[in-house]
């Protein structure tokens, strides 16, 4: 059997086969293994995610950097205002609590909460940044007090 392989992007599909179909059943997704060089298809495997995707930061100081952890943690000591660095679209989690004020970036669009600063209270905080363009930000959270 003869045809042809066509690659675009991360896919590839062999075509035009010489039984007269264009199956695409042979139609796989390529992973690129920058440690090996080799291509491979499959299914992305969680150690092959980032940093920004499976790790939590115990110790969240007040700048959100968005390339870097999935979640983050902070007990808040004193009035807080948050900042976020290297924007990007995605979602982070933030776990906060401390009796103290807590000020979002402006940008930050609470659709739902808000902070709970009473003693000892855990606040769940979800953001979703839709657009990252300076001047354009587009983000939205929304706050749950919660008791692990």
């Known amino acids: ?13 062999i075509s035009d086969l010489t039984d007269g179909t ?9 992973l690129y293994d920058d440690i090996s060089g080799d291509v491979t298809y499959g299914k992305i495997t969680f150690d092959r995610l980032g940093d920004e995707y499976t790790q939590n930061d115990p110790s969240l ?3 959100v950097d968005w390339s870097s952890y ?3 943690q902070k007990v808040l000591t004193g009035d807080t205002t948050l900042t976020d660095s290297n924007l990007r679209v995605g979602t982070k989690t933030l ?7 807590l000020t979002v ?13 009473s003693s000892g209270q855990k606040n769940a905080i979800v953001v979703t940044c839709l657009v990252a363009t300076g001047g354009s930000e587009e983000v939205i959270a929304s706050i749950k007090p919660y008791t692990p």
Do not use: K, R
């Open 1 to 13: 059997m003869t045809g042809s392989l066509l690659i675009s992007g991360s896919t590839f599909e």
């Open 22 to 30: 264009n199956d695409s059943a042979y139609s796989h997704s390529l």
């Open 61 to 63: 100081g007040t700048t």
């Open 70 to 72: 999935a979640t983050y």
């Open 95 to 101: 776990i906060i609590s401390g009796s103290f004020t």
């Open 105 to 117: 970036p402006t940008y930050w669009n609470i659709i739902d909460g808000s902070y709970d600063g």
